[in-house]
C-alpha cells in the first residue's frame, strides 16, 4: 500500500509544471550548458568555412576590384567571361596534366618504396629515415633548393649530366621541360608522404593468409596480385586523396619555381585565380577560378571516398 502511494506522488510530481521548474532550476548551469559546449567547436568550424564560401560566392557575381572602393553586381557575367576565356581552359589543361602526371608517379613510387621497405632491419629502418626528410621541408624551400641544384653553372645535378653529355639542359626555362621540372620537385618532396602511407597499411595486413600462399606454393607477383593489392586497397585510396587533391591545388611549388611560365606553361587554377585577383587587381573575376577547383575536387574526393568505403568493406569480407 506503501509502495503504491509513493508511485503516486511520484507520477503527480513528474505531471506538475511547478515541480519540474523546481528541479530544473537546482541544475547547474554547466550541466545544462553541457549540449552546447559540446557542439560549439563544431559549429564554429562550419561558420568559419560556410562566411568566406558564400562571401566568395558573392563577390563572383560582382565587379569587385582593389582599385575601386565601388562595386556593383553583375550577375553571371564573371563566370560566362571565364568559360568563355582561352586562359580557363588552359589553366585546366595545366592542372590535370600536373595532376596526373605528379599523383600517378608518386603513387606508383610510394607502394614500390613500402614495398621494399616494409621488411624489418637496421638497413630499412635507416633508409626510412633517411626518405623522410623531404616530407619535412617546406615546398617552396624545397623548389629553392633544386633551383641551385640544376643550376646551369654550379648545379651538382647539371655536373652529373655532363658526363653523360648533356649540357645546359634547359629546365624550367623552357616551355617543354617545365612541366617536368615541377613534376620532378613535387615527385621528391611528397612520394614519402605515399610511401608512409603504403608502409602503415603494409604493415595492418593479417599474416595468416600469406603464410597460407606460402604453403600453397604461391610466386611474389601471385601474392600481391590476388592478396596485398586488394587488401591494401582503403589505404590506396586515402594516399590518391590526398595527393591528387593537394597536386590539383598546387601552387607553392609552381610559383617559386616559375611564377607558371615560361609564358603561360604552367598556369593552372590556382595561379590564374591568384594572378586575377591580385596581379591584375580584380577579384571578382578571379573567383570563379577558385571556386572551379573547388567543385571539381569536390566531385573527385567524394567518388574517391565512396571507393575506399567500398574497399574497405571489401578487404574485410563483407
Avoid at 547547474?28 to 564554429?44: E, M
Avoid at 590506396?236 to 595527393?243: D, E, K, M, S
Avoid at 577579384?283 to 575536387?297: D, F, R, S
Wanted: glycine share 8%; aromatic share 14%; with cysteine.
Amino acid at each position: 500500500m506503501g509502495t503504491s502511494v509513493k508511485i503516486e506522488k511520484r507520477t503527480e510530481d513528474q505531471n506538475n509544471p511547478k515541480k519540474i521548474k523546481q528541479e530544473e532550476n537546482k541544475i547547474p548551469f554547466l550541466v545544462k550548458a553541457r549540449p552546447y559546449l559540446i557542439i560549439l567547436p563544431a559549429l564554429l568550424l562550419t561558420i568559419g568555412i560556410l562566411y568566406p564560401f558564400a562571401t566568395a560566392i558573392y563577390y563572383s557575381l560582382t565587379n569587385f576590384s582593389f582599385r575601386s572602393v565601388d562595386y556593383k553586381f553583375i550577375g553571371l557575367k564573371n563566370w560566362i567571361t571565364m568559360f568563355k576565356s582561352r586562359d580557363f581552359w588552359h589553366a585546366c589543361l595545366v592542372t590535370a596534366q600536373y595532376a596526373i602526371l605528379t599523383t600517378g608517379t608518386e603513387m606508383v613510387a610510394g607502394l614500390g618504396l613500402a614495398l621494399l621497405l616494409v621488411r624489418e632491419s637496421r638497413f630499412t629502418k635507416a633508409l626510412r629515415i633517411i626518405l623522410i626528410f623531404p616530407l619535412m621541408i617546406a615546398p617552396v624551400i624545397a623548389t629553392l633548393i633544386w633551383q641551385l641544384m640544376i643550376n646551369n653553372s654550379v648545379g651538382i645535378v647539371e655536373k652529373f649530366l655532363n658526363i653523360f653529355g648533356v649540357f645546359n639542359f634547359p629546365w624550367g626555362s623552357s616551355a617543354k621541360t617545365a612541366m617536368l621540372t615541377a613534376g620532378m620537385i613535387d615527385f621528391w618532396v611528397y612520394t614519402p608522404f605515399v610511401m608512409l602511407l603504403m608502409l602503415a597499411g603494409l604493415q595492418s595486413l593479417p599474416k595468416s593468409p600469406y603464410e597460407s600462399v606460402k604453403i600453397d606454393g604461391g610466386s611474389p607477383w601471385f601474392t600481391f596480385k590476388t592478396l596485398t593489392l586488394p587488401l591494401l586497397k582503403p589505404f590506396i585510396y586515402i594516399a590518391l586523396l590526398f595527393r591528387l587533391m593537394a597536386s590539383m591545388q598546387e601552387y607553392g611549388i609552381i610559383f617559386a619555381l616559375t611564377k607558371g611560365g615560361p609564358g603561360d606553361t604552367l598556369m593552372n587554377l590556382s595561379l590564374t585565380g591568384y594572378n586575377t585577383g591580385f596581379a591584375f587587381s580584380n577579384l571578382g573575376k578571379a573567383v570563379p577560378y577558385l571556386l572551379v577547383l573547388w567543385a571539381v575536387i569536390y566531385f573527385i574526393s567524394q567518388k574517391l571516398i565512396g571507393a575506399w568505403l567500398k574497399g574497405q568493406q571489401n578487404a574485410q569480407g563483407n
